[in-house]
C-alpha cells in the first residue's frame, strides 16, 4: 500500500542539473542521472488517489500510481513492464513532455508541489536499459498483411512498433537521412542524447520493422506504388510548415531563418554530418563544424548577436543551442506579458494545464528575456543584411475570437541582431506531392482530418499525430500512433485489439 504521507515527509526534489559553465561546452544531457534513493523518496510522495487526475492529464493513460509504488518499494522490473504498458518510449516523454500529468496530480489541488512524475519516468525507462537492455518482443507469427508508415516521429514509430509486434509487416519511410523525425534532427542533444533513439530503433528492427531512408515519398516514391506494395498506409509526417511573417518590413534580409532551421542545422553539425562536412566533436564533446544550411550558408550562432522571437519550447531550445555555439548576446522576446509563477485558478483551474512562467535550463544559462513586445522591423545594415531588430512594447488582447495587438507609442528602441531565428509556432503539416497524390487536403489548421476510426477520406490510408492534430506534445503524438495502430490492425482483419488510448476527437484537459 502506498504511503499515504509521503508528500508530507518529503518535498520535491529533482537532481542538480550539470553546472552552466561545464554544461554550455558541451551538448550532453542537462540533467544528470538521479540516484536510487532520490527518486525512491520521490515516488514515495504519490499517494495513489481514489481518483488519480494524472491519468486525465496524459493522454497516454500512464499507470503512474502504479509505478510509482513499485519504485518506492523497489521492484524495478514491474516497474518497467507497467510503464511500457502504455508508453512505447518512456525515455523520449521522460525528457521531453513539459508533463500535463503533473499539472494535474491532485497535490496540486492542496497548493502542494506535484510528484515528479516526469522524473520517474525517465529514471525507469533508463532502468530497463540497465537491467538487460530492451528486449524485442516479435510477433509469433506473420499476418501477411502489411503497412507503410510515411514519417519516422514518435507517431509512426510507435504506431510501427505496436503494428510489427501484431504481427504485421511493417516499412517506414523517412524523407532524411536518418530515422527519428523531429526528434533526430529538431531536439538537441543537451534535451535528448540520440543514443536513446538508437537504441530504440535497434528494438524496432530487431521486432522486424523495416526504416527506408532518404525516400521522399510522393516524389521519390508515389503514392500509387506505395498503395500498390502495402495493405494500409499510415500518414505520421508531423506539422513541420513554420509560421512565418512575410509582411514585417526586412523580413528577406539575410541572417532571418526560422528556427527549426537553425537547429536541423546546429543538430546535423553535432551528428557530424551538416552539409557533408565531419565535425570532430565525438558523443557531444571537441569542437564542432559550423552549423550551415544544406546550401553552405552560415548559420551558427558564434560571435553573433541573436535575437529569438517566441516564448516556447523551439525558443528555449535554440536559446540552449545560441550558448553552446558561443553567440555573443542573445535576446529572447515574446509578444506576450510575463505570465504569473504560480497557477491562476480563475483563468486556468485545477487540473488543467496553467499559463505560468516557465523557466528552462537555457534561461539559466544567459540571455535576456522581454515580454510584450512585438518586431516592427529587421533593421536592414545596408548591404542585405540583418544587424537589428526594432521592436515596440505591446498590449494583447482578444476580441471576437481575435487577437489584437497594439503597439504603445513612443516605446520603439533597436536590439542588435546578427542572426534572428523565428520561434513563432508551425502553421500545419507541409504542402507536399503526396497529400495531392492521395486525394487529400489540408484544413483550416494546416491538419489533415481523421474519421472516427483513424481513416482520412481515402480507404486504407490513416493519419496520426501532428499530421493531424497539429502541433502538439510527444505525449500525444504517440497516443496517436498507438490508437491510429489499433485502428488499422483492425482494418486488417487482426485479431484481438490493440490498445487505443485515445480517439481523434480527444482534447486535452481543459475548463468549461
Given amino acids: 500500500m502506498p504511503d499515504p504521507n ?3 515527509r518529503y518535498d520535491r526534489r529533482l537532481p ?53 509504488d513499485l519504485v518506492r518499494t523497489g521492484g524495478w522490473d514491474a ?25 494535474a496530480c491532485v497535490l496540486g489541488l492542496g497548493g502542494q508541489q506535484p510528484v515528479t512524475i516526469k522524473q520517474v519516468e525517465v529514471e525507469i525507462a533508463d532502468a530497463a536499459v540497465a537491467r538487460g537492455g530492451l528486449e524485442p518482443r516479435p510477433a509469433a507469427a506473420p499476418t501477411g498483411r502489411s503497412v507503410a508508415v510515411v514519417g519516422s516521429g ?19 519511410y523517412e524523407r532524411d537521412d536518418a530515422v527519428g523525425g523531429l526528434l533526430r534532427y529538431g531536439i538537441p542533444d543537451f534535451k535528448l542524447e540520440k543514443r536513446h533513439i538508437d537504441r530504440r530503433l535497434a528494438q524496432l528492427a530487431a521486432e522486424g520493422v523495416r526504416f527506408r531512408t ?25 506539422a513541420l510548415e513554420g509560421r512565418d511573417t512575410p509582411d514585417t518590413p526586412g523580413r528577406g534580409l ?33 569542437r564542432l563544424a559550423p552549423a550551415v544550411l544544406p546550401d553552405g550558408t552560415p548559420i551558427d550562432a558564434a560571435g553573433r548577436h541573436v535575437v ?26 515574446d509578444l506576450y506579458p510575463e505570465p504569473p509563477h504560480s497557477r491562476d485558478a480563475a483563468r486556468d483551474p485545477w487540473p488543467t494545464w ?47 475570437g481575435r487577437r489584437i495587438v497594439t503597439a504603445l507609442p513612443g516605446s520603439e528602441r533597436e536590439l542588435p541582431a546578427d542572426l534572428v531565428l523565428l520561434a513563432i509556432g508551425f502553421e500545419g503539416t507541409e504542402r507536399q506531392p503526396l497529400l495531392e497524390q492521395l486525394g487529400l487536403a489540408r484544413n483550416a489548421r494546416g491538419a489533415v482530418d481523421a474519421r472516427p476510426d483513424w481513416q482520412t477520406d481515402t480507404d486504407g490510408v490513416f493519419v496520426a499525430g501532428d499530421m493531424h492534430r497539429g502541433a502538439s506534445l510527444i505525449v500525444w503524438a504517440i497516443a496517436e500512433g498507438r490508437a491510429a495502430a489499433a485502428a488499422i490492425h483492425a482494418y486488417l482483419g487482426g485479431v484481438g485489439e490493440l490498445p487505443a488510448p485515445v480517439d481523434p476527437a480527444r482534447q486535452p484537459l481543459a475548463a468549461r
Fill in 254 to 286: 539575410r541572417g532571418v531563418h526560422q528556427a527549426m532551421t537553425h537547429l536541423v542545422a546546429a543538430n546535423r553539425a553535432v551528428a557530424g554530418t551538416a552539409a557533408g562536412q565531419p565535425s570532430d566533436a565525438v558523443a557531444g564533446e571537441g
Fill in 79 to 103: 516497474a518497467v513492464e507497467s510503464l511500457h504498458a502504455t508508453n512505447n518510449f518512456p525515455e523520449f516523454t521522460g525528457r521531453l513532455c513539459p508533463a500535463p500529468c503533473e499539472a
Fill in 154 to 172: 514518435p507517431a509512426g514509430l510507435a504506431a510501427a512498433q505496436q503494428l510489427a509486434r501484431a504481427g504485421h509487416a511493417v516499412t517506414v
Fill in 308 to 333: 529569438i522571437i517566441g516564448g516556447g519550447d523551439t525558443a528555449a531550445d535554440c536559446l540552449g543551442v545560441a550558448h553552446r555555439q558561443g553567440a555573443a548576446g542573445v535576446y529572447q522576446l
Fill in 214 to 238: 532518404g525516400v521522399n515519398v510522393g516524389v521519390d516514391v508515389t503514392a500509387e506504388q506505395l498503395r500498390a506494395e502495402h495493405d494500409a498506409v499510415l500518414l505520421a509526417c508531423g
Fill in 16 to 68: 542538480a542539473r550539470r553546472p552552466v559553465p561545464v554544461r554550455i561546452m558541451d551538448w550532453r544531457e542537462v540533467y544528470p542521472p538521479a540516484g536510487e534513493e532520490l527518486i525512491r523518496e520521490q515516488a514515495t510522495r504519490c499517494m495513489d488517489c481514489g481518483i488519480p487526475f494524472c491519468h486525465d492529464g496524459c493522454p497516454l493513460g500512464n499507470r503512474i500510481p502504479d509505478w510509482n
Fill in 6 to 8: 509521503g508528500f508530507l
Fill in 354 to 400: 496553467p499559463w505560468v512562467l516557465r523557466d528552462y535550463p537555457a534561461h539559466e544559462e544567459g540571455g535576456e528575456r522581454v515580454f510584450a513586445v512585438a518586431v516592427q522591423e529587421f533593421v536592414d545594415d545596408g548591404t542585405g543584411q540583418v544587424r537589428a531588430v526594432r521592436v515596440a512594447e505591446v498590449a494583447v488582447e482578444k476580441r471576437d
